[in-house]
DNA sequence: TAAACTCCTTGACTCAGATCAACCCTTGGA
DNA sequence: TCCAAGGGTTGATCTGAGTCAAGGAGTTTA
């Protein structure tokens, strides 16, 4: 039955025109000409994927990279012993996969519905090659994760509880509004993609201890809460100074 | 005094021939033909750093790029109230600064006397438009990078302090042995590049803890020490099972 | 030759966050 | 209509690592 549900959105699925994209402008395809684009469209495909789904586990063959159209997933790191740390949050226009590497390196978790724009990993290095738009934006968008990676590494090396939570939930706030289009004035809402269990992970922390957190920044008025997910943030500059960062906000991302 | 040093320092570092140098087939500049190769060796300087000196502030203008030639130096963010964050740590043939960028993102600190190959930023950034190989090389580096990057989130988020020490050492100890080609048969013998504060910077935990953890690695036998900084480690195996690592070693890094 | 550093170690005490446990609410079968 | 499961909260208790404090060992300065 659930397999019915996934054949289904397959078959739903058809091929976009690369033109009408959502992601055309952010993916790794943001700078190729038409031309490069016209090669590229004929060796994608798509995939979607169910909230809960796992992409890849980590050590698989991995014989295609992608870029996330459309959802959320989690890229996850385990011990052998069951411990577990999320190392990446992937968003549309993310890019999956690493060109030159067979194996995959991490868990792919899909954690909403989900639909990924794929191509075979051979014939992609081999564009790569060839177009080098491809590879120049590529390298800025891997430059551009390496700077969120060391940003995460503060957080989970020096930061409170608190402030750890405070930061998640700046993030997620600050990457809804870019996409919203709805800028930085007036209180901002947005629904948090993530279930404590999830945010513990990415945080190095525990679910009880996001629980009692997120409570407590609550109480203080940092944040409102409507249902469990629905997040209302009246000040964001109080937000970030919760979250131990400079008030004036910081770059892009 | 220390500046009469610093200047006698820079007489001594005559050009090197790209051909001689010894990071040559891991640096940015490896996959270089020889054409290219001479262009670099046009635009390129060098600098030399002593212990203990910034080469960078976080922040600053920066219209440099470059490698590092020999030495090590550490990258580090640092919190409003002193907090501070270890993000990386600079090895011979690492690359320094990002095409594009204006501003350096970290502090930049010399913990051993250093040289670096330097290239000012923008015919830098004109030649990688122009030859590949440059943005090639430098996209494999940055995954690299971006996958060490994530190892350490899960080491910041989710290891004991002991653990945290263990894999550290291990870290240390493998690309010692990479460098200096001893393989890993037999005991391993190095010594660490950081004081104890450097270590704790890196591991997100104080000085004292890290002190701790060392000596009862120590008093364990998972490690021996001649002096503070002279580290033999009889079992490779073993310290990788205290690291929480799976125990057949891992990938090259 | 001592004083002043830097780097490191060790002990005693504290506390933030983990652990263990009980319980609530919502959803969706059967 | 109930029951089971997933997600979330809250309380009591425990503990690993932080904090504060004293002191050692080796080097550089004067």
């Given at each position: 039955?659930?397999?019915?549900?996934?054949?289904?959105?397959?078959?739903?699925?058809?091929?976009?025109?690369c033109?009408?994209?959502?992601?055309?402008?952010?993916?790794?395809?943001?700078r190729?000409?038409?031309d490069e684009?016209?090669?590229?469209?004929?060796?994608?495909y798509?995939?979607?994927?169910?909230?809960?789904?796992?992409?890849?586990?980590?050590?698989d063959?991995?014989?295609?990279?992608?870029?996330?159209?459309?959802?959320?997933?989690?890229?996850?790191?385990?011990?052998?012993?069951g411990?577990?740390?999320?190392v990446?949050?992937?968003?549309?226009?993310?890019f999956?996969?690493?060109?030159?590497?067979?194996?995959?390196?991490?868990?792919?978790?899909?954690?909403?519905?989900?639909?990924?724009?794929?191509?075979r990993r051979?014939?992609?290095?081999q564009?790569?090659?060839?177009?080098?738009h491809?590879?120049q934006?590529?390298l800025?968008?891997?430059?551009?994760?390496l700077?969120?990676?060391?940003?995460?590494?503060?957080v989970?090396?020096?930061?409170?509880?608190?402030?750890?939570?405070?930061?998640?939930?700046?993030?997620?706030?600050?990457?809804?509004?870019?996409?919203?289009?709805?800028?930085?004035?007036?209180?901002?809402?947005?629904?948090?993609?993530?279930?404590?269990?999830?945010m513990?992970d990415?945080?190095?922390?525990?679910?009880?201890?996001?629980?009692?957190?997120?409570?407590?920044?609550?109480?203080?008025?940092?944040?409102?809460?409507?249902?469990?997910?629905?997040?209302?943030?009246?000040?964001?500059?109080r937000?970030?100074?919760?979250?131990?960062?400079?008030s004036?906000?910081?770059?892009?991302?």
């Open positions: 039955m659930a397999k019915l549900a996934i054949s289904e959105k397959i078959a739903h699925c058809a091929p976009v025109d033109g009408d994209c959502p992601i055309r402008h952010r993916a790794v395809c943001a190729c000409e038409s684009l016209e090669l590229l469209e004929q060796i994608k798509y995939r979607n994927f169910e909230a809960g789904q796992t992409v890849i586990w980590s050590g063959q991995m014989d295609f990279v992608a870029s996330v159209v459309s959802g959320i997933a989690t890229l996850t790191q385990t011990m052998e012993d411990r577990t740390q999320m990446g949050l992937l968003l549309p226009s993310d999956v996969g690493r060109p030159g590497r067979e194996c995959a390196a991490y868990d792919v978790v899909a954690t909403t519905d989900m639909v990924m724009c794929c191509f051979k014939p992609f290095e564009m790569m090659v060839r177009t080098p491809i590879a934006r590529l800025e968008m891997t430059l551009d994760e700077d969120a990676a060391r940003e995460w590494m503060l989970l090396g020096r930061k409170t509880a608190r402030e750890k939570i405070a930061s998640l939930i700046a993030i997620i706030a600050r990457r809804d509004a870019a996409l919203s289009m709805q800028g930085m004035r007036g209180p901002l809402v947005f629904d948090l993609p993530l279930t404590r269990e999830a513990a990415y945080l190095g922390l525990t679910l009880e201890t996001v629980s009692r957190q997120v409570s407590a920044l609550k109480k203080d008025g940092v944040i409102s809460l409507e249902g469990k997910r629905r997040v209302t943030i009246p000040d964001m500059g937000l970030l100074e919760e979250a131990g960062d400079d004036d906000g910081g770059l892009l991302v």
